[in-house]
């Protein structure tokens, strides 16, 4: 069992950044692929980016490509989103998510524990 805790969402004004943590419970985090998805409202829930349990992996939707990075540190069983560039496009309850092993990383019917989302806003 995995239990999820995102945190550092917030309102930002366009341009700007913010950084986003997930805290995980267990021992074994550094055995889970993590991710980040995110859910607009009336919108699917869309995959943002993803990383390998050993950090060594990482993966990107287009949408957020060279703005946004995925990072981790098994020590602390915390995985980050550091968003840059936001665009008011960006505004979501970003979710973070945990598999062991997911068949695919941008699907989030591949992850079984998920965090209860952390609003992020941004302003024009």
């Known amino acids: 069992q995995v239990q999820l805790v995102e945190s550092g969402g917030g309102l930002v004004q366009a341009g700007g950044s913010l950084r986003l943590s997930c805290a995980a419970s267990g021992r074994t985090f550094s055995s889970y692929a993590m991710a980040w998805f995110r859910q607009a409202p009336g919108k699917e829930r869309e995959f943002v980016a993803a990383?390998?349990?050993?950090?060594?992996?990482?993966y990107y939707a287009d949408s957020v490509k060279g703005r946004f990075t995925i990072s981790r540190d098994n020590a602390k069983n915390t995985v980050y989103l550091r968003m840059n560039s936001l665009k008011p496009e960006d505004t979501a309850v970003y979710y973070c998510?945990?598999?062991?092993?997911?068949?695919?990383?941008?699907?989030?019917?591949?992850?079984?524990?998920w965090g209860q989302g952390t609003q992020v806003t941004v302003s024009t």
């Open positions: 990383i390998s349990w050993s950090g060594g992996s990482t």
């Open positions: 998510a945990a598999d062991l092993n997911p068949d695919y990383y941008s699907d989030p019917f591949d992850y079984d524990y």
